[in-house]
């Protein structure tokens, strides 16, 4: 099964988060097995792609 494939199957979501302790956010996501991707900052936000689940477990944080 091609990556590619594998993508456009699960979902990916371009998140963008501001305000304070983006870091932190993104630290607790990587402990908590997350998988973010393409992560950098754009003005004063921070910008990264999840896959679809992982949008729903950062929903929790």
Not at 10 to 39: C, D, F, H, P, T
């Amino acid at each position: 099964m091609s990556n590619k494939f594998f993508n456009q199957l699960s979902g990916i979501i371009k998140v963008r988060i501001k305000g304070k302790k983006q870091e932190r956010l993104i630290n607790m996501a990587l402990a908590r097995g997350i998988y973010i991707w393409g992560v950098k900052k754009v003005e004063n936000n921070i910008q990264f792609k999840v896959r679809s689940n992982g949008l729903e477990a950062l929903k929790n944080i």
